[in-house]
């Protein structure tokens, strides 16, 4: 008797098993996401910063469960399952989750073997700013600035399974190494399109990859946005090693490494402004830094904090939740290589809590060898942000909240006449400052380029040749915006022309068509070239600023690879000039509307 019992109750349990209802993702959104996503928001940065549920459909079912996951969403991904997490993205995307993530047929192989890497051309953009200085200024581009008018796409190339486009590509030893959104690594053909290898990462890529030589092995370096960092082989795109760089939840490597003499240099930041406004979490614990790496093996050799005290317990939140702090100074930006010096220059962004913090909105230079902080510039006191905060003091928001005027652009080392170096350095308070990297950083000169807002402002970075600085505004969420593009003479703050963004008009379906320019800048002989998020990429005379080509990427292209694929807003990248081609991604779409999964590649004529 007992025996039936029991073997009654084991087909009971597999029966209640097999038809229990699969998990309803319209109501696990509506008790973990809506509060945000539905709502209307309490402030225009956290409007952006937080898109609505119609922005998050374009997006692909994957990336919404990677940012409950690991990403931004994680604090209200705890406690699901990973069933659970796909219903949620199979309600929000519209897209059945397993549908949506069949592998594509992998199309646009090269045929043949990569041909060998002998050495890196002076011409290849390697990494995020061109060269050490970060400058963003390809002086050889192989491009006229009369034949810019004629540039068509040659080709394109779709990200498989993404509908977000971040990563800068670097194009150096006749190969393109870019990143996606899923994680994805790949190594095109720089005059065709067509693909060597993929490496997946297992998390979104973002930064722009860097090539080295290692002895007798050509490697690229990524990060991703779980804080790891990766040695890919170049020529087969098997792993060669990867290290954490951080343990905090939601560290991330956003920013391009740089490597001197065996040494990478990783920039570390995370999303903890996001995730601490929750009354229930204990905000906040991570603090920003830069880490030397042994390019060969990945062991750390050192890791720097510009806020040097760790966090503390300090108060308990208004729903008694003990708080922590200092906290904040994550580094977004490139690191910047001076050589002369020895030196390395980066930027920092907000604090977070309201305990005292030196090490926030500062320029920082740290020796190169040992990481020790050489000198640092706080431009910025008491800017205490957490995203989503309407009331000051309510859970873990500050009693004082700042405007959140991050240094998201690495800084850029240039010589004036004379020969005297300036570090010019742009913030999201609209301010590019001129500093004297002899004098411990002491101000040169400053200007307003912007009126500044928590997406810039001057958001990721801009150019410099010999005679300018090229800046870019954002200004998306200021209430008197002044978004365009600015030449300033060099030697004095100077403005030389002034061309304000035209007036948007996004091909794609947007929530926010917008004007503003916030991706980073690139500068060739004669020409300035800078996107918007309205999907424009645009090419402006450096003599007067006058726009001599205007691109719409937000629109679908045939790509060589197959993949269905089309353009957006462009945000954070900026483009790549080498060998007469430019190189540009279109799809960023992490606050705006204008999701895209493209790669383009123009040429003169398209040939």
Request: aromatic share 8%.
């Amino acid at each position: 008797m007992i025996k039936a019992v029991y073997v009654h109750s084991i087909v009971l349990l597999v029966s209640t098993v097999a038809f229990a209802a699969a998990p309803d993702g319209s109501a696990l959104y509506a008790a973990r996401c809506a509060v945000c996503h539905d709502a209307i928001q309490t402030s225009a940065a956290s409007e952006v910063r937080v898109p609505k549920k119609d922005e998050l459909a374009k997006r692909a079912p994957q990336n919404i469960v990677d940012s409950l996951t690991s990403g931004a969403m994680r604090e209200q991904g705890k406690g699901l399952n990973d069933e659970e997490k796909r219903a949620i993205a199979s309600y929000v995307t519209g897209k059945a989750f397993d549908a949506a993530q069949a592998p594509v047929a992998l199309a646009g192989l090269c045929e043949g073997a990569a041909p060998a890497i002998s050495q890196l051309g002076k011409n290849d953009w390697n990494g995020w700013g061109f060269d050490a200085e970060n400058t963003r200024f390809q002086p050889n581009p192989g491009l006229k600035a009369e034949d810019v008018p004629k540039l068509k796409v040659k080709w394109a190339f779709g990200f498989p399974g993404a509908s977000l486009s971040y990563s800068q590509p670097t194009v150096a030893a006749g190969r393109v190494f870019v990143g996606s959104a899923i994680g994805n690594l790949y190594s095109l053909d720089a005059k065709s399109g067509c693909m060597y290898w993929s490496y997946d990462a297992g998390a979104w890529v973002r930064g722009a990859p860097l090539l080295s030589k290692l002895k007798d092995r050509w490697v690229v370096f990524i990060g991703d946005e779980k804080a790891q960092t990766h040695a890919v082989d170049a020529m087969t795109g098997k792993a060669l090693w990867t290290t954490k760089v951080d343990e905090h939840p939601v560290a991330r490597v956003a920013g391009g490494l740089q490597i001197v003499n065996g040494k990478l240099y990783v920039p570390i930041s995370s999303i903890e402004e996001v995730t601490g406004p929750g009354s229930k979490y204990e905000c906040c614990k991570f603090r920003g830094a830069l880490s030397a790496l042994d390019a060969s093996t990945g062991k750390v050799l050192w890791k720097t904090h510009p806020i040097t005290d760790p966090p503390t317990a300090s108060k308990k939140n208004s729903n008694d939740v003990q708080m922590y702090g200092p906290a904040g100074g994550a580094v977004w930006d490139s690191p910047t290589v001076d050589l002369k010096r020895k030196v390395v220059y980066f930027g920092t962004g907000n604090s977070y809590t309201d305990v005292e913090t030196r090490g926030a909105e500062a320029i920082v230079a740290v020796d190169m060898e040992t990481g020790s902080i050489k000198w640092m510039n706080q431009l910025n006191a008491n800017d205490n942000f957490l995203v989503g905060c309407g009331t000051p003091g309510k859970g873990n928001c500050p009693e004082k909240p700042g405007p959140d005027y991050d240094f998201g652009a690495s800084p850029i080392l240039r010589t004036i006449a004379g020969g005297k170096q300036i570090l010019l350095c742009g913030q999201k308070s609209g301010i590019i400052y001129a500093l004297d990297p002899d004098k411990r950083g002491e101000l040169i000169w400053k200007v307003q380029a912007g009126n500044g807002s928590a997406l810039g402002g001057i958001q990721w970075g801009p150019a410099a040749d010999k005679e300018n600085v090229y800046v870019a505004v954002s200004d998306i969420v200021s209430k008197t915006p002044k978004p365009g593009l600015t030449a300033l003479r060099l030697a004095d703050g100077k403005e030389v022309w002034h061309t304000p963004t035209p007036k948007p008009a996004c091909s794609f379906k947007a929530m926010r068509c917008a004007a503003a320019q916030s991706a980073a800048v690139t500068a060739i002989p004669g020409v300035v070239f800078s996107g918007a998020l309205d999907g424009h990429l645009r090419a402006y005379s450096s003599k007067d600023g006058s726009i001599v080509w205007d691109f719409d990427t937000g629109i679908p292209f045939e790509t060589v690879n197959k993949v269905k694929a089309n353009g957006g807003s462009i945000d954070g990248a900026g483009p790549v000039v080498v060998n007469g081609m430019v190189f540009a991604g279109s799809g960023y779409a992490r606050f705006m509307g204008g999701a895209g999964n493209v790669l383009l590649a123009f040429s003169v004529d398209g040939k």
